[in-house]
């Protein structure tokens, strides 16, 4: 198998793409839509995919035999990731950093990771072929 059809490059693929779909607003000065708290419900959505993503690359890393170890890493590289994109904003014309939406980044995160969380656990369930209801 080739470095493209390779687990790894999948996951984080999606990591990167997701980075160009977060960043390529600011760097190319497009304006944001505007209404109310329209901005906050953009960033919570989008960083619940970044928690998500990073935390499936994550997985595909040695680290990600460790769920904590992978939790972790996920949250914190998705942080920086939303950290970056609002210290961008500082150079940008017309756009400013927002530590409320940083926030909403963060809070987006821990949605996105938890999301992972539970679909990794129905995950292990299968393959240990239990369902949730019963017990050994």
Same mark, same amino acid.
């Given at each position: 198998?080739? +470095?493209? =059809?390779?687990?790894?490059?999948r996951?984080?693929?999606? +990591?990167?793409? *997701? #980075? ?28 619940? $995919?970044? =928690?998500f993503?990073? *935390? ?22 998705? $942080? ?11 150079? +940008? ?5 927002d530590? +409320?939406?940083? *926030? ?6 821990? #949605? =996105? ?13 299968? *393959?240990? =072929? ?7």
């Open positions: 198998m080739g +470095v493209l =059809g390779s687990k790894v490059f996951s984080w693929l999606a +990591v990167f793409l *997701l #980075c160009v779909l977060i960043f390529l607003p600011s760097l190319m000065h497009l304006p944001m839509p505007r209404g109310p708290y329209y901005d906050k419900v953009l960033h919570l959505l989008v960083y619940t $995919a970044a =928690g993503f990073v *935390l499936r690359g994550a997985r595909s890393l040695p680290l990600g035999q460790h769920r904590l170890a992978a939790i972790s890493f996920a949250f914190l590289l998705a $942080a920086l990731i939303g950290m970056a994109d609002e210290v961008i904003q500082l150079f +940008v014309p017309n756009r400013f950093m530590r +409320v939406d940083f *926030l909403f980044d963060l809070a987006g995160i821990v #949605c =996105g990771i938890a999301l992972y969380l539970v679909l990794w656990g129905r995950e292990e369930r299968k *393959l240990r =072929g239990r369902s949730p209801l019963r017990r050994p």
